[in-house]
């Protein structure tokens, strides 16, 4: 598995990580390899601002100061970064744009499972918009916009609406896990804000499916 170097300044790093390495290293010596040793054994500066799912694939940006740290941060935490992403649903999506809000909870006896709970779960929004529809092949894909950054929320959000996507071996049934050889889910496009130390960044990955 190849990490893609996607920009490198003094403020920070991005990189394009594969589908099936970690973000951060696990617990274990076979967890020990993930994109954050691996940016760091280049820049041993770097530091963590936020995750991908091992699952998943696309833009991870690492940080190479804590003041940075603490700006990208902040900016993750007012929603001033844009997340986009690129996924493939089992089934045909009807409506052409939808808005997503179900809250979600972490579903204890099922971790790292999580499931909309509307009695005590997390306030949870995603947009969605259909990009193209294979009707022989019975798939969707979209383009998903999280406006809020709980964990597994695309995947959740969409199994919810009744089409999870395909390769997802937690949420989705087995015929549509074995669909495909990955979780088809990639974070395509990332907008980073003006930060003063840095200029806005906005950076683009193609979906490798």
Partial sequence: MRLGW??????????????????????GEDKKDCAASR???????????????MATS?????ARSQEMQRLLGDA???????????AVLGGLVEADEQAIDLPLLTDWP??????????????SQTLL????????????RVALLPLTGRSHQLRVHCLAIGH????????APPALQQAAPRLLLHAWQLGLPDMGEAPALLLQSPPPF
């Fill in 6 to 27: 996607i920009h490198v300044s003094p403020g920070c790093v991005v990189v394009d990580k594969p589908s099936g390495l970690l973000s951060v290293p696990g617990r």
């Fill in 39 to 53: 940016v760091q054994a280049r820049f041993p500066e770097a530091l963590v601002v936020h995750r991908l799912d």
């Fill in 58 to 62: 696309g833009l991870l940006v690492f």
């Fill in 76 to 86: 993750f935490a007012a929603r001033r970064v844009e997340k986009r992403y690129v």
């Fill in 110 to 123: 099922n971790r790292p499972r999580q499931m909309v709970c509307h009695q005590r779960g997390k306030p």
């Fill in 129 to 140: 918009r259909v990009l193209e529809r294979d009707s022989a092949r019975q798939q969707t």
């Fill in 164 to 171: 999870p996507i395909l390769g997802d071996a937690l949420y």
